[in-house]
């Protein structure tokens, strides 16, 4: 995965902003003023992604490359690292997935704005 790849498809997603409210390192990824994604565009090592619970152990337990979020909380948020054994894929998928759960916690009518 690279950072062009990861940064077009995440704008690829409806109702998807981008800003730098950390610091000039570190790029995140909303949807409706939401975060569902977190990477470091300088050394571009890793991303934090939001996971269902269950689904977040289950995928630290099967990949080594997937850890507990990195400064977020630990029980719905892993940190992917790009290490070449999560397939590019997969990684979107789970890009996907943090997206759709961040738009699941969404108002109603915002939903129905993103077509959800």
């Given at each position: 995965?690279?950072?062009?790849?990861?940064?077009?498809?995440?704008?690829?997603?409806?109702?998807?902003?981008?800003?730098?409210?950390?610091d000039?390192?570190?790029?995140?990824?909303y949807?409706?003023g939401?975060v569902?994604?977190?990477?470091?565009?300088?050394?571009?090592?890793?991303?934090?992604?939001?996971?269902?619970?269950?689904?977040?152990?289950?995928?630290?337990?099967?990949?080594?490359?997937?850890?507990?979020?990195?400064?977020?909380?630990?029980?719905?948020?892993n940190?992917?690292?790009?290490?070449?054994?999560?397939?590019?894929?997969?990684?979107?998928?789970?890009?996907?997935?943090?997206?759709?759960?961040?738009?699941?916690?969404?108002?109603?009518?915002?939903?129905?704005?993103?077509?959800?």
């Amino acid at each position: 995965m690279n950072l062009e790849k990861f940064h077009t498809y995440c704008l690829s997603l409806p109702g998807t902003t981008e800003g730098f409210p950390f610091d000039e390192n570190t790029l995140v990824f909303y949807v409706k003023g939401k975060v569902f994604a977190l990477t470091d565009v300088t050394q571009f090592e890793s991303v934090n992604l939001k996971c269902d619970p269950d689904e977040a152990v289950e995928l630290r337990e099967r990949y080594e490359a997937v850890l507990p979020g990195y400064h977020m909380n630990k029980k719905h948020w892993n940190t992917v690292l790009f290490d070449g054994t999560v397939p590019d894929r997969l990684l979107l998928e789970w890009t996907k997935n943090s997206y759709d759960l961040v738009v699941k916690g969404l108002p109603k009518k915002v939903r129905d704005e993103l077509g959800a």
